[in-house]
């Protein structure tokens, strides 16, 4: 099949590459130095500035340590400056490891009863290969998120900290994958030789129970109820008693986050409608993850708006492109890739979506944007990755990686355009479970 490459094709190529002295330049550095060091762009780290003509941050950085939980440390992290400021505290972390823990046991359930309800499918439907390649990994949504508080609520690191697997989850994540799958066969095992959904539900039930067992060895056992109590920046001690987890959400999240919704850019579809996901869900039964698509310049007036009320943006992008780690710097032209290769990649976000080169990979909070002649320049980007790197865990954004690689931001309805407004009433378009918009951050 095709037209083979032949030994004289090779021969000229060999022979052009050598008559170009920058073809031997190029190769003798990137050959002794790694690629990024060699190309990022030294102009537009020199024109960087690091201040910002509105900053809410005051506080120190997360660290998601070595796991996938950006999505919820960004969520907790969007409501943590309320609650400081309800609490009279410095500083005040919520945990991450509870809403972990359950999103681990929800996402079971829901991926064993999507087994259900596709098992008159063969093995090999594409639906089916997708949800069998990663049916438990981290990442996850801001509805996703939602969901889980909505249902589990919040408590305070204290109530429930951070445990060995927590912070580095792969093994963890290694035998609930391998559990899942095994189920998955069983459960198709027993409808595929006549048995009923009813006993297919029954041995999904025990595999639920199996499931619980293994979470609270490597997390521990979330608690029903826990003692509040606290002293505040002013050393006054403050004692509230015995709290659960959805009454500490209602009364110490200071963020009305039951009026937010989830705003995208995709340039492949219609603006002003609604998307969904097939099967995209951790909470069975609950909200599905429900998308409203607008254009670029749109999600960034919103997210300035916001900035500039005061409010940080929890957002998803694709994080990695790029970037420069340890400076903590975003720019659509960080790197002289192009021009070193001296080859032209050519493609659009669009086309980026279409041809698998990106997608939503990571989840963060917009704490600051600094804004000229009323348009923003760049933007302050609170991360989870401790602080040792970018700026003590803070990074910056120029504008024009935004329009290239942001995808999502969480925003109140009140500050959507009577255009958005009118979107959010359309009947959602489900795309296929493997389509990039559902990739998880």
């Given at each position: 099949?095709?037209?083979?490459?032949?030994?004289?094709?090779?021969?000229?190529?060999?022979?052009?590459?050598?008559a170009n002295p920058a073809n031997k330049v190029a190769q003798n550095a990137v050959t002794s130095v790694q690629l990024?060091?060699?190309?990022?762009?030294?102009?537009?780290?020199?024109?960087?500035?690091?201040?910002?003509?509105?900053?809410?941050?005051?506080?120190?950085?997360?660290?998601?340590?070595?796991?996938?939980?950006?999505?919820l440390f960004a969520a907790l992290n969007l409501f943590r400056p309320g609650t400081m400021k309800k609490l009279n505290?410095?500083?005040?972390?919520?945990?991450?490891?509870?809403?972990?823990?359950?999103?681990?046991?929800?996402?079971?359930?829901?991926?064993?009863?999507?087994i259900i309800d596709t098992a008159d499918r063969p093995v090999d439907d594409r639906t089916i290969h997708f949800l069998?390649?990663?049916?438990?990994?981290?990442?996850?949504?801001?509805?996703?998120?939602?969901?889980?508080?909505?249902?589990?609520?919040?408590?305070?690191?204290?109530?429930?900290?951070?445990?060995?697997?927590?912070?580095?989850?792969?093994?963890?994540?290694?035998?609930?994958?391998?559990?899942?799958?095994?189920?998955?066969?069983?459960?198709?095992?027993?409808?595929?030789?006549?048995?009923?959904?009813?006993?297919?539900?029954?041995?999904?039930?025990?595999?639920?129970?199996?499931?619980?067992?293994?979470?609270?060895?490597?997390?521990?056992?979330?608690?029903?109820?826990?003692?509040?109590?606290?002293?505040?920046?002013?050393?006054?001690?403050?004692?509230?008693?015995?709290?659960?987890?959805?009454?500490?959400?209602?009364?110490?999240?200071?963020?009305?986050?039951?009026?937010?919704?989830?705003?995208?850019?995709?340039?492949?579809?219609?603006?002003?409608?609604?998307?969904?996901?097939?099967?995209?869900?951790?909470?069975?039964?609950?909200?599905?993850?429900?998308?409203?698509?607008?254009?670029?310049?749109?999600?960034?007036?919103?997210?300035?708006?916001?900035?500039?009320?005061?409010?940080?943006?929890?957002?998803?992008?694709?994080?990695?492109?790029?970037?420069?780690?340890?400076?903590?710097?975003?720019?659509?032209?960080?790197?002289?890739?192009?021009?070193?290769?001296?080859?032209?990649?050519?493609?659009?976000?669009?086309?980026?979506?279409?041809?698998?080169?990106?997608?939503?990979?990571?989840?963060?909070?917009?704490?600051?944007?600094?804004?000229?002649?009323?348009?923003?320049?760049?933007?302050?980007?609170?991360?989870?990755?401790?602080?040792?790197?970018?700026?003590?865990?803070?990074?910056?954004?120029?504008?024009?990686?935004?329009?290239?690689?942001?995808?999502?931001?969480?925003?109140?309805?009140?500050?959507?355009?009577?255009?958005?407004?009118?979107?959010?009433?359309?009947?959602?378009?489900?795309?296929?479970?493997?389509?990039?918009?559902?990739?998880?951050?």
């Open positions: 099949m095709g037209m083979t490459i032949t030994d004289k094709q090779i021969a000229e190529l060999r022979k052009a590459f050598d990024p060091d060699l190309t990022l762009n030294r102009n537009i780290v020199q024109e960087i500035d690091n201040t910002f003509s509105v900053k809410l941050d005051e506080w120190k950085v997360t660290s998601q340590k070595r796991s996938g939980r950006c999505w505290v410095k500083d005040f972390e919520f945990s991450q490891a509870h809403i972990h823990f359950w999103d681990k046991f929800e996402r079971s359930n829901h991926f064993l009863e999507a069998l390649s990663d049916p438990i990994g981290d990442g996850g949504q801001w509805n996703m998120a939602m969901n889980l508080i909505e249902k589990h609520g919040l408590v305070p690191k204290t109530a429930y900290p951070e445990s060995n697997t927590s912070s580095a989850t792969r093994w963890m994540n290694t035998e609930l994958k391998n559990i899942l799958r095994s189920s998955a066969s069983e459960i198709r095992a027993i409808l595929d030789n006549g048995g009923s959904e009813d006993e297919a539900r029954a041995h999904k039930e025990k595999r639920v129970a199996d499931i619980w067992t293994m979470l609270c060895i490597h997390l521990g056992t979330p608690p029903t109820t826990f003692d509040w109590q606290w002293r505040d920046k002013d050393k006054k001690f403050h004692r509230k008693g015995s709290m659960t987890p959805q009454e500490f959400a209602e009364e110490y999240v200071d963020v009305d986050w039951r009026n937010y919704v989830c705003i995208v850019n995709d340039p492949r579809n219609e603006y002003y409608q609604t998307y969904t996901v097939d099967y995209l869900q951790n909470v069975a039964g609950g909200p599905p993850v429900v998308y409203l698509n607008v254009p670029s310049d749109e999600m960034k007036d919103i997210t300035q708006k916001l900035l500039e009320d005061g409010v940080p943006v929890w957002m998803g992008c694709d994080v990695g492109k790029e970037m420069d780690r340890k400076g903590g710097y975003w720019d659509a032209n960080l790197f002289n890739v192009s021009e070193l290769y001296g080859v032209e990649y050519g493609m659009n976000k669009e086309d980026r979506l279409r041809h698998g080169q990106t997608m939503m990979t990571h989840a963060m909070l917009f704490t600051g944007v600094d804004v000229v002649d009323g348009k923003p320049r760049r933007w302050r980007v609170e991360n989870s990755w401790g602080d040792d790197t970018g700026q003590k865990g803070y990074y910056t954004m120029n504008d024009s990686w935004f329009d290239e690689y942001m995808f999502e931001i969480a925003a109140p309805k009140d500050y959507l355009t009577e255009q958005m407004q009118a979107g959010l009433e359309t009947e959602p378009v489900v795309l296929p479970a493997w389509d990039p918009m559902g990739s998880l951050a």
